[in-house]
């Protein structure tokens, strides 16, 4: 078991490194298009794990103590990790990809931090949202399968692979050496398995909390996406490339929760 849970919080780490490699490999920087590809792809990936295996989940844990008010918690942890979120956002300084100014509080940190803090805020909740399927586990609550924790793992860490890309290579394009580029990408996902392993632990405490923390990492995940990777998704000209990518992801992600699940 042990095992297998280290394995589960590394796997969405190691998509962020791989991602982040390709500064090492490809001499160009992403096109417009390509990005907006990976970037749909993600979106479409976070958002089928939010339902799938962190929202349906949670509100099956309640049924049984709940009943047709099984939906309160989900909706309660749903919302207190959109306003998380929302408060991250307010007081980290970060700057996104395309943008001229940076948000949150004035700061004199480099341009190339701030994009790194950018893509850090959009780990935090994956490896929240890994971390408490695997608390699931863990503790036994039968809600969560080892194979399902395993398929949210795989889709985080696909969805990830795109997302190291994109921080790494645009971080070259403004200057940076390749090397530093790959080392920026890859911290941005280091978050991930420490939030996973400060999520297990808080979960482990609170087991009957459970459907509240699936819910509460379904909320700041889809923040993420809404706030964030749609936008970027559509800017610029017109494209239909990032609405099909995120159809793939979406489904991508739906069948592995079902068949591993």
């Not at 860490?157 to 394009?173: D, R, T, V, Y």
């Not at 923040?223 to 998704?233: S, T």
Request: glycine share 10%.
């Amino acid at each position: 078991m042990i095992v297998q849970v280290l394995l589960g919080l590394l796997i969405p780490f190691a998509g962020t490194t791989a991602g982040s490699a390709c500064v090492v490999f490809m001499k160009n920087e992403l096109k417009d298009k390509v990005q907006r590809a990976l970037t749909g792809f993600a979106s479409g990936v976070m958002v089928a794990a939010s339902i799938w295996s962190l929202l349906i989940p949670a509100m099956t844990q309640s049924e049984e103590t709940m009943g047709r008010l099984a939906f309160m918690p989900a909706v309660v942890g749903f919302w207190l990790g959109i306003l998380f979120l929302l408060l991250l956002d307010c007081v980290i300084p970060h700057l996104h990809m395309h943008a001229e100014k940076a948000e949150g509080p004035k700061s004199k940190l480099k341009r190339t931090t701030m994009m790194v803090l950018a893509v850090t805020l959009h780990n935090i909740p994956e490896g929240m949202a890994v971390g408490v399927v695997y608390a699931g586990v863990i503790t036994g609550s039968g809600i969560v399968t080892v194979g399902g924790a395993l398929a949210l793992a795989l889709g985080i860490a696909i969805q990830n692979f795109p997302e190291g890309a994109i921080i790494s290579m645009p971080l070259h394009s403004e200057g940076v050496s390749k090397t530093r580029a790959f080392l920026y990408g890859t911290l941005s996902g280091a978050v991930e398995p420490v939030g996973a392993f400060l999520t297990i632990i808080a979960a482990g405490l609170v087991v009957p909390a459970m459907p509240y923390l699936l819910s509460f990492a379904a909320g700041a995940m889809m923040y993420v996406v809404v706030e964030e990777l749609i936008p970027e998704m559509s800017s610029g000209e017109h494209s239909n490339i990032g609405v099909i990518m995120f159809a793939m992801g979406f489904t991508l992600m739906m069948a592995l929760d079902v068949a591993l699940g």
